[in-house]
């Protein structure tokens, strides 16, 4: 019964959004377009985490990745991705929504504003917005997503692949405690990769990685590491006297 429920929503939707594009578009013309994406440069990225009261963890991070798109040329050129993610790390599911810039040849930018489901590391939705000038875009879109990966593989028409349904609703979630160490010593171990104070091992992030590199065995510092994703991940570091 519930399947023939489903069924029945997803026609009105599906309605309504057909109204919706006849009232919203005015063109006399269509052309297929596509495009594949990739944006797996960082800009800047926050993660915050809470657990909610059925015992799920949920990530939220707003992130801004570049990279490059290629294909039709309104969407070809240098993509700017800004984006903000409500996963549920638990089930592995959850919800994205963001804005795609891709800088074009022409006299005007291609910008579209995109929401889609997350399942199991795929992003799966609709993106609307404009393509050069006086040109309205509309395009299915999908792509792997990490927080700290960006995104790979996407794809702007051209057959993207198919999405999950998700369900977001109201509730209670609380913050999650951080889990983290701090050593103040003799460093005992460096390399590119990792440093070791007073018998405290981190995980060096690149974010960090020059001013690791001016540190060497017998040195005295201050560090501070957090978990992340389940790594003890330098977060600070300090020279002493």
């Not at 985490?49 to 801004?64: E, L, N, P, Q, Y």
């Not at 294909?71 to 993509?79: Q, R």
């Not at 929504?97 to 199991?120: E, S």
């Not at 996407?154 to 609380?174: D, F, I, N, Q, R």
């Amino acid at each position: 019964m519930r399947k023939v429920t489903t069924i029945a929503v997803a026609f009105v939707a599906l309605a309504a959004a057909s109204i919706a594009i006849a009232d919203g578009f005015s063109a006399k013309s269509a052309k297929r377009v596509s495009a594949t994406f990739a944006a797996t440069t960082v800009a800047s990225v926050d993660t915050r985490t809470c657990t909610t009261s059925d015992g799920k963890s949920i990530a939220v991070t707003k992130g801004t990745y570049t990279g490059t798109a290629t294909g039709d040329a309104d969407l070809t050129g240098a993509a700017k991705v800004q984006l903000q993610a409500v996963i549920n790390t638990t089930d592995n599911i959850g919800a994205i929504g963001g804005t795609i810039k891709i800088d074009t040849a022409g006299d005007r930018n291609t910008v579209a504003h995109f929401d889609a489901v997350y399942d199991g590391g795929q992003l799966a939705g609709l993106a609307t917005g404009h393509a050069g000038k006086d040109t309205k875009l509309l395009a299915n879109l999908s792509a792997g997503f990490t927080a700290a990966g960006g995104l790979t593989g996407g794809k702007l028409g051209g057959g993207t692949t198919g999405g999950s349904a998700v369900e977001l609703g109201p509730g209670k979630c609380a913050k999650t405690k951080s889990e983290h160490s701090e050593a103040v010593g003799t460093v005992s171990a460096v390399s590119s990769t990792s440093i070791t104070v007073a018998g405290v091992t981190c995980t060096v992030p690149a974010s960090l990685a020059t001013k690791v590199a001016d540190v060497k065995v017998g040195d005295r510092v201050a560090i501070r590491c957090d978990v992340v994703n389940g790594v003890s991940t330098l977060a600070k570091l300090s020279k002493r006297d």
